[in-house]
C-alpha cells in the first residue's frame, strides 16, 4: 500500500532502472517511487512489458529533464523469430502470417544497411501513439482498424550478433521515435520470411548505460539503501552544454532573466545548454545573441 501522500519526501535525481520483463513502465515508476517514498516521479521512455533493461526514472526536479533524455540516442539489442508475423510485431501478439522460408547468413547481412540512416517506418498498430486523441494500442484491442502514417527516424548502426535457422540477434543504435519490433516485421517482409520480436533489451537511453543501472529486485531488497542509487539532477543533462555560472548570475536564472555569456568557451547558439553553479543545475535555455536565456529553472538549494 502506498504511504500518505503527507508522508512523502523530496527526492530529486535519476534512478537507471533495469526493468525486468513482464513489468509495465508505469508500474515501474509507481513500485520505485513506493520503495523512495518520493513525493513526485516520471519515466524517460517507455519500455514495453515484454522488453527488458534501461528505463531512466525521474524524481522531482529531475522531471524537468525528461525531454533531454527521451531525446537522447537508444540502444537495444533484440531477438527476431523467422516464420511468424504478428499482430503486434512481438511474441505477444496474434499470428498474422506465415512463411517457410529462412534467410542465410548472406542474405540477413545485405539487408540490413536498407535499415541504416533514415529510414521511413510505420509504427506498430500495438502502440503508445495518439490517434485523435486515443492511444493506437487501445484502438487496436477495441477491434478498430488502426492506420498509423509512415514517419521518417534514424538509424545509426544495425549490426547482426548471433543467428540460427530460425532466428537471429541484433544490436541496433537509433534515435528518438524508431520501433524495433517495427525493425524486425519490415527486415522479415523485405527478405521474404516473415518476422517478429521474441526478445528485446534496451541497453541506452541517452547518457543513460547498464552501466548506471540497479534492478529493481536490488531496490526491493534493500529500501533504506534505495536513495544512494538516486544519480544527480544534472545527469540528465550531461549530453547538452554546460555553463558554469556565478551564484549572483544563477539567482537571475532561476527569476526567469537572462545572463550574458563571455568568454571564448560560451556555446554556440542553436541548442539547448544548461547553467550550472557550483556543481548544482541552475537553469536549461538557449544562447541567444550572446545571452542565455532560461526556459526551464531549477529549485535545488546551492
Same mark, same amino acid.
Given at each position: 500500500m502506498?504511504?500518505?501522500? $503527507?508522508?512523502?519526501?523530496?527526492?530529486?535525481?535519476?534512478?537507471?532502472?533495469?526493468?525486468?520483463?513482464?513489468?509495465?513502465?508505469?508500474?515501474?515508476?509507481?513500485?520505485?517511487?513506493?520503495?523512495?517514498?518520493?513525493? $513526485?516521479?516520471?519515466?524517460?521512455?517507455?519500455?514495453?512489458?515484454?522488453?527488458?533493461?534501461? /528505463?531512466?526514472?525521474?524524481?522531482?526536479?529531475?522531471?524537468?529533464?525528461?525531454?533531454?533524455?527521451?531525446?537522447?540516442e537508444?540502444?537495444?539489442?533484440?531477438?527476431?523469430?523467422?516464420?511468424?508475423e504478428?499482430?503486434?510485431?512481438?511474441?505477444?501478439?496474434?499470428?498474422?502470417?506465415?512463411?517457410?522460408?529462412?534467410?542465410?547468413?548472406?542474405?540477413?547481412?545485405?539487408?540490413?544497411?536498407?535499415?541504416?540512416?533514415?529510414? @521511413?517506418?510505420?509504427?506498430?498498430?500495438?502502440?503508445?501513439? $495518439?490517434?485523435?486523441?486515443?492511444?493506437?494500442?487501445?484502438?487496436?484491442?477495441?477491434?478498430?482498424?488502426?492506420?498509423?502514417?509512415?514517419?521518417?527516424?534514424?538509424?545509426? @548502426?544495425?549490426?547482426?550478433?548471433?543467428h540460427?535457422?530460425?532466428?537471429?540477434t541484433?544490436?541496433?543504435?537509433?534515435? $528518438?521515435?524508431?520501433?524495433?519490433?517495427?525493425?524486425?516485421?519490415?527486415?522479415?517482409?523485405?527478405?521474404?520470411?516473415?518476422?517478429?520480436?521474441t526478445?528485446?533489451?534496451?541497453?541506452?537511453?541517452?547518457?543513460?548505460?547498464?552501466?548506471?543501472?540497479?534492478?529493481?529486485?536490488?531496490?526491493?531488497?534493500?529500501?533504506?539503501?534505495?536513495?544512494?542509487?538516486?544519480?544527480?539532477?544534472?545527469?540528465g /543533462?550531461?549530453?547538452?552544454?554546460?555553463?558554469?555560472?556565478?551564484?549572483?548570475?544563477?539567482?537571475?536564472?532561476?527569476?526567469?532573466?537572462?545572463?550574458? /555569456?563571455?568568454?571564448?568557451?560560451?556555446?554556440?547558439?542553436?541548442?539547448?545548454?544548461?547553467?550550472?553553479?557550483?556543481?548544482?543545475?541552475?537553469?536549461?535555455?538557449?544562447?541567444?545573441?550572446?545571452e542565455?536565456?532560461?526556459?526551464?529553472?531549477?529549485?535545488?538549494?546551492?
Open positions: 502506498n504511504a500518505p501522500r $503527507k508522508n512523502r519526501v523530496d527526492v530529486h535525481g535519476w534512478i537507471v532502472l533495469d526493468k525486468p520483463v513482464g513489468m509495465t513502465s508505469t508500474h515501474a515508476v509507481s513500485a520505485v517511487r513506493r520503495i523512495l517514498n518520493a513525493k $513526485k516521479a516520471g519515466h524517460a521512455g517507455t519500455l514495453d512489458p515484454l522488453a527488458s533493461g534501461i /528505463l531512466p526514472l525521474a524524481f522531482g526536479e529531475a522531471t524537468k529533464t525528461v525531454p533531454y533524455v527521451v531525446d537522447g537508444k540502444a537495444y539489442t533484440f531477438t527476431v523469430r523467422w516464420g511468424v504478428t499482430d503486434t510485431d512481438d511474441s505477444e501478439g496474434r499470428p498474422v502470417a506465415t512463411s517457410d522460408r529462412r534467410p542465410d547468413l548472406t542474405e540477413i547481412e545485405a539487408a540490413l544497411p536498407r535499415f541504416v540512416g533514415p529510414v @521511413s517506418q510505420v509504427p506498430p498498430r500495438f502502440s503508445a501513439i $495518439k490517434i485523435a486523441g486515443e492511444r493506437a494500442y487501445d484502438l487496436a484491442r477495441d477491434g478498430e482498424a488502426v492506420e498509423l502514417q509512415a514517419r521518417t527516424v534514424e538509424i545509426h @548502426s544495425l549490426t547482426l550478433v548471433a540460427d535457422a530460425d532466428s537471429a541484433f544490436a541496433c543504435e537509433c534515435g $528518438k521515435g524508431t520501433y524495433v519490433r517495427a525493425i524486425a516485421r519490415d527486415l522479415g517482409r523485405l527478405l521474404g520470411c516473415l518476422g517478429h520480436v526478445a528485446l533489451r534496451r541497453t541506452r537511453v541517452g547518457p543513460f548505460t547498464l552501466d548506471d543501472a540497479v534492478t529493481y529486485a536490488e531496490l526491493e531488497a534493500a529500501p533504506e539503501a534505495a536513495h544512494e542509487a538516486v544519480l544527480s539532477v544534472e545527469g /543533462l550531461t549530453e547538452l552544454p554546460c555553463v558554469v555560472v556565478s551564484r549572483d548570475a544563477a539567482q537571475r536564472l532561476r527569476r526567469g532573466q537572462s545572463i550574458i /555569456l563571455r568568454g571564448r568557451d560560451a556555446p554556440a547558439e542553436g541548442g539547448p545548454v544548461y547553467a550550472a553553479c557550483a556543481g548544482v543545475v541552475v537553469a536549461v535555455g538557449m544562447v541567444e545573441r550572446g542565455l536565456v532560461p526556459n526551464r529553472v531549477f529549485n535545488l538549494p546551492l
